[in-house]
């Protein structure tokens, strides 16, 4: 059992690129979530999921793009990366449609847009 | 706007001094409410959940609705408590069921010293 594994741990990018933070779960978990966190700011949500199929946005989903075809898997996609989006990316998922135990998180991707 | 209030950005304390971890919630309906740690460059770990009144660790936070406040407290502190803490509020629908996601606050360092 993995839990959440989000891969990569750091990744560099140039202003202008695109890349996949990827993130999978095998705890079967209907709820999954981006967070960005940024010092001072706390944890923001950028997409969530409630199923398969199904997406939303979060309080900061500009340049950023989900889809979840898959129950275990929950990409986000940067469409042309910018200084603005390096951060700390975390994913979560959670087992309960009421979320009485919380989310579980990956152990996140340090991403740096020079 | 649902929002989740944590005052304190740094909160410095004495190894066996008592500590308190303020949050402050501002949300209509029914709250679920989590008090989540992450110790230095790690993932988030859920630390406690108000639904199931538990201590862990030694800390305890108690839900109070008349002051929508969910504070954080543990008698006394150890070193290996200094971490980031960050209260979440999780919205619920209702008829039950929830949006599916957590609010956080900017969550406070907790810094414990010798």
């Known amino acids: 059992n993995a839990g959440v594994t989000q891969t990569p741990k750091f990744q560099v990018l140039k202003t202008g690129q695109s890349m996949t933070l990827q993130c999978a779960q095998d705890m079967n978990h209907e709820y999954m979530s981006w967070y960005r966190q940024d010092p001072g700011m706390g944890l923001r949500l950028i997409h969530y999921s409630v199923g398969a199929g199904i997406t939303d946005q979060g309080e900061v989903p500009n340049g950023y793009n989900v889809s979840r075809s898959t129950t275990e898997d929950f990409p986000l996609r940067l469409l042309s990366a910018a200084p603005s989006q390096t951060s700390v990316y975390f994913c979560?998922?959670?087992?309960?449609?009421?979320?009485?135990?919380?989310?579980?998180f990956g152990s996140g991707t340090r991403l740096t847009v020079v | 706007a649902q929002r989740v209030t944590q005052p304190e950005k740094l909160l410095s304390v004495f190894k066996g001094a008592p500590v308190e971890l303020k949050c402050n919630y501002s949300y209509s309906g029914s709250p679920e409410l989590f008090w989540y740690v992450q110790y230095s460059r790690q993932r988030l770990q859920l630390l406690l959940r108000?639904?199931s009144r538990e201590s862990i660790k030694g800390f305890t936070a108690d839900l109070n609705k008349g002051e929508t406040s969910f504070h954080l407290k543990k008698p006394f502190a150890q070193e290996e408590d200094s971490a980031m803490y960050y209260c979440?509020?999780?919205?619920?629908?209702?008829?039950?069921?929830?949006?599916?996601?957590?609010?956080f606050g900017k969550g406070t360092k907790l810094s414990v010293k010798p």
């Open positions: 979560a998922s959670s087992y309960s449609r009421t979320l009485n135990y919380g989310y579980t």
């Open positions: 979440a509020l999780s919205l619920l629908y209702f008829y039950g069921g929830s949006q599916g996601n957590l609010i």
């Open positions: 108000h639904i």
